[in-house]
């Protein structure tokens, strides 16, 4: 099977379900069990870490479909859910670590990743390292004896730095370490991990599964040698998949490879467009060049979504107000992978801390949406039009 057409396969079984289309919600927290003998052989199926329907935590069948679909698509053993992106985040790196030990932080990664290493790790005794993400197998330097995990995204989702994820990933088994990646913005269907060397993949479903700005989502995949771990810490941590969103997400699924391809076109003609502005410094989209590590973008991935940001000249901050304020299409907020086209503001305060910011000071991150490419160019141009008048 061809993948956009898996994409409509995996994860349901009308044939199972009264000949429904799609998988049916299952609303649960106790699960009534027949007999003592079940309840002692769903003692035993727990303690081998198989999926089992026992407590709404653990999950039902409709999680466990969507689970499957996504390791299968991500190329992993196998996937558990989590209520946000960023618990998957945090909570496969918990999984790995223990007191004593050290993690390598890419410079680019998502800031609340960032701020849980700053703030929490330290509690817990595990020291943290930020690198260049640029930085490849020149990350061995850094590798101590201690380095139970190295955290990676590629590419940064502001800043777009395309990391060279094999490269990285050889030192770090050579040493040891797991490699855990942030897969967001590749997406299953532009970027493999697993075929990278990466052995824990994390995904905000929130973004482009979801793909409608109307739910809450995450989810980890693992390789067959760290997944264990990881199923015990989810349920350990108490973390448990809404069904209703868990359904969302299943439904996003199905539409995701024909919203992203028309994202990553609408993106491209963006970038083609703001060339021509005079007050835009630098395109930082994976998939062009002038992009840190776009030659490794082409080598490893297959493609681009609709998220990109640019660099400005010396622009004042009415003028960045001016044209963000009164944008028509573009609303102006974080998150993205929704339907609808984003402008967001960053400047040289980003927490960073090995890294230069790309700009004297102003990334705009734009998120293009499902609109008609001519009039989110209009919206553009009328931006650009406010903000000169405030230069
Ligand atoms: C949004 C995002 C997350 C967090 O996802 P939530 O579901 O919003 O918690 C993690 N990583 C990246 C790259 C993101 O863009």
Not at 47 to 57: A, N, R
Not at 77 to 82: A, G, I, N, P, W
Not at 137 to 147: L, N, Q, R
Request: glycine letters at 8%; proline letters at 5%; aromatic letters at 10%.
């Amino acid at each position: 099977m061809k993948e956009t057409t898996k994409l409509t396969q995996l994860g349901r079984d009308p044939e199972a379900n009264f000949g429904v289309v799609n998988m049916p919600v299952y609303h649960a927290s106790t699960i009534v069990w027949p007999n003592l003998e079940h309840f002692e052989q769903l003692k035993r199926d727990f303690l081998t870490g198989e999926k089992i329907i026992s407590y709404g935590l653990h999950g039902t069948p409709t999680q466990f479909s969507l689970e499957a679909a996504l390791a299968e698509l991500e190329g992993g053993y196998d996937c558990r859910l989590f209520s946000t992106g960023l618990a998957a985040n945090i909570i496969s790196l918990m999984t790995y670590i223990k007191a004593g030990d050290h993690v390598l932080v890419s410079d680019s990664i998502y800031g609340p990743v960032r701020g849980f290493c700053s703030s929490w790790l330290p509690r817990f005794g595990v020291t943290a390292d930020f690198y260049d993400p640029m930085i490849g197998e020149g990350i061995k330097a850094m590798v101590k004896e201690e380095t139970r995990v190295v955290l990676v995204e590629s590419p940064g989702s502001i800043t777009f730095e395309v990391q060279d994820i094999p490269a990285i990933a050889k030192v770090a088994k050579e040493n040891g370490a797991v490699v855990i990646m942030d897969n967001t913005w590749g997406t299953p269907l532009n970027f493999k991990p697993f075929e990278h060397g990466v052995n824990v993949s994390v995904q905000a479903l929130t973004k482009y599964v979801i793909g409608h700005s109307d739910a809450m989502l995450g989810a980890v995949t693992c390789d067959e040698e760290y997944w264990p771990q990881l199923k015990k810490a989810a349920s350990e941590f108490g973390q448990h998949a809404a069904p209703d969103d868990t359904y969302l997400a299943q439904r996003g699924l199905r539409t995701m490879d024909v919203r992203l391809k028309r994202h990553e076109q609408n993106a491209y003609q963006l970038a083609e467009y703001l060339q021509t502005v005079p007050e835009v410094e630098t395109i930082l989209h994976p998939g062009l060049p002038g992009c840190p590590g776009h030659e490794i973008w082409q080598r490893d991935f297959t493609g681009a979504c609709g998220l990109f940001s640019i660099t400005l000249k010396s622009v004042s901050r009415e003028g960045v107000a001016a044209m963000v304020d009164d944008m028509k299409l573009f609303g102006f907020g974080a998150s993205w992978g929704g339907y609808e086209s984003l402008i967001c503001v960053y400047d040289e305060n980003t927490p960073r801390t090995v890294t230069k910011w790309p700009s004297e000071k102003w990334v705009i991150r734009l998120h293009a949406g499902l609109e008609d490419v001519d009039d989110l160019i209009a919206d553009l141009e009328a931006g650009f039009e406010r903000m000169r008048i405030h230069k």
